[in-house]
């Protein structure tokens, strides 16, 4: 008889790594990586080969998720926000002293990061909202003195920009009124900017991926002209195009350069898995060897500026993430670490890449987990819709999926019609379809698990974050008999509402939601009627929101008025509201009290397993 496995425990899969994210110092000397100090995710140095690791930084609430060398490999740079603002400052920690400095100490603005160089060992390019809450300027840095200095004024309509290997701004990508791309260019500094390339909105979001090596041409991906987005070399001068690596349903994904020279090396494309197209045949027996270490899929994610040594991640669906270190002169692969090895004890399950039709013939892709040690026949299950809504679900270990497997459900993951990834047929198709095919895809999804005797149709959830919270709520408002009850995570109930709070600086980029989601000016009815907000009432299933009081995308109002809708009605509604969090939960022991209320609310409603809480996971505190 089929046995469950053991119950893996929360703290396990959500709480701090043990040790993650590393990257080798720029002359391959020292490694970096993130691990918890005092409870809080900070990074940590050692000598490559050393045992003399030590904690550099000093964080004491979210902890450091984002850092990076400097180039002559004495300082760490890191990003930090206040409570999930999303407002970026950039910090400088000298490795000597300790030493940390707030580099764009702008109270309310945001920093991205631009371009920055190993011949301008000294200078980043960092863009800021200071002048402008709506508009990123780029700004020189003078990292010895912390100098700002304003180098390219934003005209009003730029969303990203690029520049060139001589940090010289050069590329400016903004958006026009019907949600085009429109690529600007200009010679150098100083130098008048001129239209590259104008391409419609139903292209995929493509753009510049780096300069080529001699500063002449560009690399783009893009969709024009074919379905899914390609990577080309344009010439600057003479606006002559080459096809450098294409797929006829997949976008291309990255590209992997030499760190010094900046020679294309390879491209990746993410299909069902992740795969490499090789263009550079220097490095063809390193990713023949490579793939060869352990199974699963792998990536680059750091290198000496030589070239010489590698950080190699591997990635697996039922294993924790693994990083190598590999030299190439010997073409050896030494193991550095895992991040949650205390996974290895327990029984994961895989992750299946399926394909099935929806309801009008569309052929769509995603993931099934099924839980491990049952048969796998009319299992409870949960929908686990993923946000944005333009991004894809991936084949990989996923924390949230294997807890749900763990605790009994089997998951499905629909990368429903407008995620990326697939082409602009696939993109495209979601168009103006929030709360309508969209939502028919999970349906879909959920009838073709029931087909095959999966699951029991009567005890299927959904759950999801961001946009897959929007889907939670459209379920239970607009299908209120489909789903057996919801979690939503800061999702949006009013796509009028929504759109109107949108942050600032995501103005120029309005216009991607007037094509995509509907236009707020003229047609508030449409919106209206696809807004759960408006459809409150006629929800019958139980219901979980779990809100960050200060997210800047999704207002907490979004949560805030459609609880209220619901108790107005009579409806119960379990509300949970995070007072230090944002878009997402991004402290762990916020992540374990969410997912400590959820796991007996799930097991009420669909009858899956659970974990006893302990003290640190109390949520009591955060019900509204």
Known sequence: MSQPPELIPRAVLFGNPERSSPEISPDGRRLAYLAPHEGVLNVWVRTRGGTDDRVVTSDRKRGIHLFSWTWEAEHILYLQDSDGDENWHLYRTDLAT??????????????????????????????????????????????????LTLDTENPGDVVDWSADHQLRVRVAQAYDAEGGTILRVRDGAGKPWRELMHWGADETFGGVSAFTPDDRGLWLITSVGVNAARLLELDLATGTQRVLAEDPQYDVGGTLRHPRTHALQAVRFTRARMEWTVLDPSVAPDFAEIAK??????????????????????????APVHWYLWERDS???????SNRPGLAAYALAPMEPVTFDARDGMRLHGYLTLPPGLPPSRLPAIVLVHGGPWVRDSWGLDNEVQWLANRGYAVLQVNYRGSTGYGKDYLNAGDREWGARMSCDLLDGKAWMAARGLVDPGRVGIMGGSYG??????????????????????GPSSLATLIESIPPYWAPAKATFDKRVGRLDTERPFLESRSPLHHAHAIRRPLLIAQGANDPRVKQAESDQIVAAMRGKGLEVLYLLFPDEGHGFARPENQRKFVAAVEPFLARHLGGRVEPPDEDERWDTLLR
């Open 98 to 147: 300790g030493t940390t400095v707030d580099l764009t100490p702008h109270a309310g603005a945001q920093a991205q990061m631009v371009a920055a160089e190993a011949a301008y060992p000294d200078t980043l390019l960092v863009a800021l909202n200071v002048r402008d809450p709506r508009l990123h300027d780029v700004y020189r840095l003078d990292l010895p003195s912390g100098a």
């Open 293 to 318: 270490v352990r199974p699963g899929d792998w990536t680059i994610v750091s290198r000496d500026l030589d070239d010489g040594m590698w950080i190699v991640a591997y990635l697996e669906d039922a």
């Open 331 to 337: 073409r050896r692969a030494t193991l550095l670490f």
């Open 469 to 490: 919270g929007y889907a939670v709520l459209a379920a239970l408002a607009f299908t209120p008999d489909e789903f057996a009850c919801g979690v939503d995570i800061v």
